[in-house]
């Protein structure tokens, strides 16, 4: 093979970490198919309790929606210099993913307010389960973006090949999660 030939072969392998997200992304979308073919399965078998979802969980979609712009903005002025914007919207994205998980955990409020605690029906109890699964990814990708603000905040502004990369890998997660919580919603508005 020519070096040529082995240079573009060589560019065009996906880096092993962003496969390996990629796998890990793969494997929870498979868990979350599971979960909601399970909500089918239990829905079908009676004893099926409806009720609307709480207005918050939809304002909650408009927040991780937002953190995902915000993160994605972050991450366009970092590849172009732009360390302001880089560092302000990065903030942003971490505060309103933050404010996904409080609005979340309020909504579980408003839900036992409603008259659906945990425990009481499989309907309330499998919407429970599944967005705390959700919410537990994200904090996980809480964290993310709370290490990368520390390199934000505590390195000197360089676009380097290894930063780059640690971005895009949490900016990956984070649309993942972003997309995952639209399908949820959506998942749980048609099949009730």
Aim: proline residues 2%.
């Amino acid at each position: 093979m020519n070096t040529a030939v082995a240079e573009t072969y060589r560019r065009s392998k996906i880096h092993p970490k962003k496969f390996a997200l990629w796998a890990a992304c793969a494997s929870m979308l498979m868990m979350f198919s599971g979960l909601t073919s399970a909500y089918i399965v239990r829905q079908a078998a009676g004893n099926w309790l409806e009720f609307r979802l709480p207005d918050l969980f939809f304002i909650n979609t408009i927040v991780i929606l937002l953190s995902s712009v915000a993160l994605h903005t972050s991450y366009i002025g970092f590849k172009n210099g732009q360390e302001r914007k880089y560092k302000v919207y990065m903030l942003i994205a971490f505060f309103l993913g933050i404010s996904f998980v409080v609005l979340q955990y309020l909504g579980w409020q408003q839900m036992v307010g409603i008259g659906v605690p945990l425990k009481a029906n499989p309907s309330g109890d499998f919407i429970y389960v599944i967005t705390g699964v959700h919410a537990a990814h994200v904090l996980g990708g809480i964290g993310a973006l709370g290490v990368a603000l520390i390199h934000a905040f505590s390195l000197k502004y360089e676009c380097t090949k290894g930063r780059k990369l640690r971005f895009e890998l949490t900016l990956t997660f984070w649309h993942f999660v972003d997309f995952l919580w639209v399908y949820l919603l959506l998942f749980f508005v048609l099949s009730s």
